[in-house]
């Protein structure tokens, strides 16, 4: 995705399911006739599902195991005389709605208030040589660096086997450990990544990458994350979620699903919708009955989740470059940032270091003198300033928090098969139209990203919502529901209408809007019909069917493999 350094331009149509808000209205049914549904985790993903499902007219019971909500967007405000976000900072979209499309994330807060969105274009970066030297770019001067430069803006051109990228590396060009740049290759991408180059899977992030649809644009926030997503989407959510609720079992072995939390209570639902993060589900705190898929196992098993930490400094004053707003450093302060320049009352005085795989793996273990390291590197960097003018500290570390830990997931060899063949869309997979998933972790468009998160909830939402795949269209101007059934190579749409309409029709798509299959286009008789269609060959993947009558249509997904 290459969130915050890089430059890509994708020729992709973006999926309707990924236009948010108004795309989701079109697509609600207009009455469900009730039902229940218990959501696991108030992060933005089951926040955003909640707020779909209950604007259908579904009631929604919210979990949390923790004191919080939010997830992984938590602000800070205690700490400098602007907010400064530990966990998700960066929302990615592309200011031209008409062009490659922004995310609704981004749309929403643009319609909201676009003077809080802040473009972190046109800053400088401060790069390390040495442990002691660094260059200020722009521009680029250094043959090394020039060189892993153009290794960051092409490897995604990559179409070999599914090796780790640090065994790329060495294997294609020399690089390890011990070559001089190899803090570059690390932070540029592990770091980027929320892990290690020694753990990315390199066809599978390629693959990724290409499917990233929300532009190159980056940017901060002038206010705190987490309360401008509650004042954008959650204030009448935010009141029913009930905190510090641990769910320990989900029985969907009946009609409907019974889940029990580790203070003893017990709920039940037509359906839950699992939006943990997914090293909860590789830690199997929750018991499945029956147990999970095996698809599913292995989705969990392999999808990557990185470690890591924030570490926040706040100085006296400001030491480094004007215009400085990047870092890349040498060994373990690793990436960092100021938060505090773009803001527009924010005193820049504070850098955010983030340190992530291993070398979050080691901070972790020292505690509170992990700061001192810090400092330490600082210094060499900046003559001794980072230590004479230290005023204060804060780590935030995302590998102790106990009903998250981990920053985001990542792909591992074997994560991506293909652009709709991979881990992440199995993880997605709803169980017996009873037990569905969201998170970052499920997006195959948009992973570790809060916008990506949100997508998953709209797209869980929807899926609840269809399922077991009755529609009704407004039935106060044209009466008429419709089942759509896939069973094998066949598709069966059952449809009963009060009235006659002369612009019936019925096709088939790919989940970004490209036709793939016209069933039919013609007159619609008033009455009972049962049509039945032979499904072409496709490749595997998600695809919509549509019904369209007097103006108004309705879709239903379906994976087919």
Same mark, same amino acid.
């Given at each position: ?113 676009? +003077?809080? !969105?802040? %473009? &972190?274009? =046109?800053?400088? *970066? @401060? ?39 640090? +065994?790329? !590396?060495? %294997? &294609?060009? =020399?690089?390890? *450990? @011990? ?37 190159d644009k980056n940017y901060m926030l002038d206010g705190a ?288 809007g490209v036709s793939v299959k016209s069933f039919y286009s ?40």
């Amino acid at each position: 995705m290459k969130r915050s350094r890089f430059i890509k331009n994708i020729a992709y149509t973006v999926p309707a399911i990924l236009l948010g808000p108004s795309f989701i209205h079109r697509l609600l049914p207009k009455n469900m006739g009730g039902g229940s549904v218990i959501i696991v985790g108030a992060g933005v993903s089951g926040l955003y599902a909640a707020k779909v499902l209950r604007d259908a007219g579904i009631t929604v019971t919210i979990l949390e195991a923790s004191g919080l909500h939010g997830g992984r967007v938590r602000s800070i405000t205690d700490f400098a005389d602007f907010p400064i976000e530990a966990g998700a900072e960066y929302v990615q979209g592309k200011e031209n709605a008409a062009g490659d499309p922004p995310s609704f994330l981004w749309s929403s807060i643009n319609a909201y208030n676009p +003077d809080l !969105l802040l %473009n &972190t274009g =046109g800053y400088k *970066e @401060s790069i390390a040589l040495t442990s002691t030297t660094y260059e200020l770019s722009p521009p680029y001067w250094d043959d090394e660096l020039e060189f892993a430069w153009n290794f960051f803006s092409t490897y995604d051109g990559y179409t070999g086997d599914d090796i780790l990228m640090s +065994d790329y !590396l060495f %294997n &294609t060009y =020399g690089i390890d *450990e @011990s070559h001089p740049y190899w803090h570059i290759y690390e932070n540029w991408i592990g770091a980027e990544f929320g892990t290690t180059i020694k753990r990315l899977g390199l066809k599978s992030l390629n693959l990724q990458e290409g499917l990233w649809l929300v532009g190159d644009k980056n940017y901060m926030l002038d206010g705190a994350f987490h309360e401008i997503l509650d004042e954008v989407f959650f204030n009448d959510i935010v009141p029913s979620i009930e905190l510090n609720k641990q769910v320990t079992n989900v029985d969907y072995s009946g009609t409907g699903v019974v889940v029990n939390c580790n203070d003893g209570s017990t709920y039940t639902a037509d359906k839950i919708l699992i939006t943990v993060p997914v090293s909860i589900l590789k830690e199997n705190v929750i018991a499945f009955n029956p147990a999970l898929p095996a698809s599913k196992t292995a989705a969990i098993e392999n999808i990557g989740m990185g470690t890591g930490m924030k570490i926040l400094l706040k100085f006296t004053e400001q030491f480094w470059d004007d215009d400085n707003l990047w870092f890349t450093y040498f060994n373990y302060a690793q990436s960092g940032w100021c938060p505090g320049l773009p803001k527009t009352f924010g005193t820049n005085n504070v850098i955010t270091c983030y340190i992530m795989g291993e070398k979050g793996e080691y901070l972790s273990s020292l505690g509170t003198a992990a700061v001192d390291v810090i400092l330490a590197e600082l210094d060499l960097f900046y003559d001794g300033a980072a230590s004479a003018k230290f005023v204060d500290s804060r780590i935030i570390d995302w590998i102790k928090e106990p009903f998250i830990k981990g920053v985001y997931s990542y792909p591992t060899p074997g994560t991506f098969e293909s652009e709709a063949v991979s881990k992440r869309l199995d993880l997605a997979e709803p169980i017996d139209c009873k037990v569905f998933f969201a998170g970052e972790a499920t997006s195959n468009n948009h992973p570790a990203t809060v916008h990506g998160a949100l997508e998953t909830g709209a797209r869980a939402a929807l899926e609840i919502l269809e399922c077991p795949g009755t529609i009704v269209i407004d039935t106060q101007s044209t009466p008429m529901q419709v089942e759509i059934i896939l069973a094998e190579n066949e598709v069966l749409f059952n449809i009963s209408s009060g009235v006659a309409a002369n612009d019936f029709e019925i096709w088939m798509c790919t989940s970004n809007g490209v036709s793939v299959k016209s069933f039919y286009s013609g007159q619609l008789l008033n009455g009972t019909h049962s049509l039945k269609y032979t499904l072409p060959e496709v490749a595997a993947g998600i695809y919509l069917f549509n019904v369209k009558v007097q103006g108004k249509a309705v879709s239903r997904k379906f994976y087919i493999k």
